[in-house]
């Protein structure tokens, strides 16, 4: 069984998601806060239909023993900044995951809660420099930073100056490096990319 996470509503984010419900056994999805779009709406008739649960705006998820922490810290009036962002440690190793969170969302993460030093960080809405703040970047020091973002994109993105921000960081970007797949195996952080 699965369980699907939707950072948020744009088709760039779910736009798939339908077809992973019908051809994958997901239990739960998770949406996150804010109104339904379209999308979301077409989404949920599928896992009504399947009798698939799902839920929105959730603060903590448990995983076995693994907790997942959804520190989006009010409801915004744009999904970008709505995103799910979800912070969890595995193995004594710390990963969050940015969804398309702006700096301004980034400034509320930072005002409520004390996250330092995270191994891998899914940077924030491809690399725009909308997101990534060096302010941000700076308090959560990331080890490596992992950019999903298309080859030769109409939007420029990773923008120059989010790329500086990360610069003290391993940048892994999908564009360049293809799929990147983090393994924990006996208690070492292995890495591994496929290229396009």
Not at 78 to 101: H, P, Q, R, W
Not at 142 to 162: D, L, Q
Request: one cysteine or more; aromatic letters at 10%.
């Amino acid at each position: 069984m699965y369980l699907l996470f939707i950072s948020h509503g744009d088709y760039d984010h779910m736009g798939e998601a339908i077809n992973l419900v019908n051809n994958f056994k997901v239990e739960k999805v998770v949406f996150n806060c804010g109104p339904y779009n379209e999308l979301e709406k077409e989404l949920i008739n599928v896992l009504d239909k399947k009798k698939i649960k799902y839920y929105s705006c959730i603060k903590e998820l448990n995983i076995d023993k693994n907790k997942l922490y959804f520190l989006q810290t009010k409801e915004y009036d744009n999904e970008n900044d709505n995103s799910n962002v979800i912070y969890t440690e595995l193995n004594g190793y710390k990963f969050m995951f940015m969804g398309d969170a702006s700096v301004t969302t980034e400034k509320e993460i930072m005002s409520k809660y004390n996250l330092l030093d995270v191994d891998v960080l899914k940077v924030g809405h491809h690399g725009s420099k909308t997101s990534s703040s060096k302010v941000f970047v700076d308090e959560i020091n990331p080890k490596y930073s992992i950019i999903s973002v298309g080859k030769n994109n109409r939007y420029g993105h990773p923008n120059k100056e989010v790329l500086d921000n990360l610069k003290e960081s391993k940048i892994y970007r999908t564009d360049e490096d293809g799929s990147i797949m983090f393994k924990i195996k006996n208690n070492k952080l292995k890495i591994e990319t496929c290229s396009p």
